[in-house]
């Protein structure tokens, strides 16, 4: 049986699509996934995201168990209240889950894990922490919303029992927290916005106080077109177990000093770096009239890639990708589709941030 987040209800009572996403009944989109893609690039919408798993981390040494699992150094995170995006590596250094990670306190931090992952990387961080004297909380009883759009946190901020003035001063990658409630200025659109943990016996009260104040609900069709705009990676698509940071875009989030830190997955990286060669990550926009899809085979003057992710994009009206590449230097290649074979572009993402274009059309 499908696992089903407590807005189920309201989704069928909105005549939403449903689907099954990683085994959850999800809404694909509530009627027109294109008006709810712009209503976050132009305005507000809110999503449903709590099939996410909120884990709480208490104990002796959080900060050391994070630096021993994740990829990026958690000494980064110099103040209460501070958020970082990370990724989790096996010891072949391929990416377990990305996460993003909030320090509260010496004694307490609370990372935000995806759907499909969330039981196993409970179980990795349990593995790990009982050396550091940390205990490993999953929060079954909290609920978790996405508000996302250049108008969500104005439009929201009074629906809040935290305080209104203590949200609107939230910086980018960082969250407050009242009792069971944490709003954090972080997403998954490339927007501005916020998401709200609360208890599960508050989602219902606050979906609709949302809608009310003219937040229109999304589903997962317009976050995926969404997050593609952005250049977000999408996990189980364009990075899992078997691929690792380095050849994911994900370069950036791996924290190489100081070099004593020994995580997981370190000596792995260090021999890919060193070995070269390692394949690019790349935007695609095609040039001619055709859908990019994931798996489609891209072809470049150095050797065959592969689209990871795919869709067409409402806000540039063309379609767009992200590709696995063999290593050089071209900016033109073609992608296999139905047979034929398509011209496109090779640009660096993000396609599209904060409402604006960011390539070359």
């Given at each position: 049986m499908s696992l089903r987040t407590p807005l189920y209800p309201q989704h069928v009572e909105a005549d939403a699509k449903i689907v099954d996403f990683g085994g959850w009944d999800m809404p694909l989109h509530y009627g027109s996934q294109l008006d709810e893609h712009?209503?976050?690039r132009r305005s507000a919408g809110v999503f449903d995201v709590s099939h996410m798993g909120v884990v709480d981390l208490r104990g002796s040494d959080p900060r050391g168990l994070l630096a021993r699992v994740m990829a990026n150094n958690p000494d980064?995170?110099?103040?209460?209240?501070?958020?970082?995006?990370?990724?989790?590596?096996?010891?072949?250094?391929?990416?377990?889950?990305?996460?993003?990670?909030?320090?509260?306190?010496?004694?307490?931090?609370?990372?935000?894990?995806?759907?499909?992952?969330?039981?196993?990387?409970i179980d990795w961080l349990s593995r790990h922490a009982g050396g550091f004297g940390v205990t490993v909380h999953e929060r079954n009883e909290l609920g978790m919303l996405a508000v996302q759009g250049p108008h969500a946190r104005a439009l929201a901020?009074?629906?809040?029992?935290?305080s209104e003035a203590q949200t609107l001063a939230l910086k980018p990658f960082s969250?407050?927290?009242?009792?069971?409630?944490?709003?954090?200025?972080?997403?998954?659109?490339?927007?501005?916005?916020?998401?709200?943990?609360?208890?599960?016996?508050?989602?219902?009260?606050?979906?609709?106080?949302l809608l009310g104040a003219g937040i229109q609900p999304c589903g997962l069709g317009a976050r995926d077109t969404l997050r593609l705009e952005a250049g977000m990676n999408l996990y189980g698509q364009d990075m899992d177990q078997d691929t690792s940071p380095l050849?994911?875009?994900?370069?950036?989030?791996?924290?190489?000093?100081?070099?004593?830190?020994?995580?997981?997955?370190r000596a792995a990286l260090e021999a890919q770096r060193a070995a070269g060669g390692l394949k690019r990550f790349v935007g695609l926009l095609l040039t001619e009239r055709g859908v990019l899809r994931?798996?489609?085979?891209?072809?470049?003057?150095?050797?065959?890639?592969?689209?990871?992710s795919g869709t067409f994009s409402p806000t540039l009206g063309r379609a767009i990708g992200l590709a696995r590449l063999p290593a050089g230097d071209s900016d033109q290649c073609e992608v296999e589709i139905?047979?034929?074979?398509?011209?496109?572009?090779?640009?660096?993402?993000?396609?599209?941030?904060?409402?604006?274009?960011?390539?070359?059309?």
């Open positions: 712009h209503a976050v980064k995170l110099t103040a209460p209240g501070r958020a970082m995006y990370t990724c989790m590596l096996n010891e072949r250094g391929g990416v377990i889950d990305d996460l993003i990670v909030y320090r509260f306190a010496d004694d307490f931090y609370r990372v935000v894990v995806n759907a499909g992952t969330r039981r196993g990387d901020a009074p629906l809040l029992p935290v969250a407050c927290q009242d009792g069971d409630w944490m709003v954090a200025r972080t997403g998954y659109t490339g927007e501005d916005g916020w998401e709200i943990v609360l208890p599960q016996a508050q989602l219902v009260s606050l979906w609709y106080a050849e994911s875009g994900l370069g950036w989030t791996v924290a190489w000093t100081p070099e004593e830190r020994d995580f997981i997955g994931a798996h489609q085979r891209v072809i470049t003057p150095t050797g065959d890639g592969e689209l990871t139905r047979g034929r074979r398509l011209h496109a572009r090779i640009v660096r993402p993000p396609f599209v941030r904060h409402g604006k274009v960011q390539i070359e059309l």
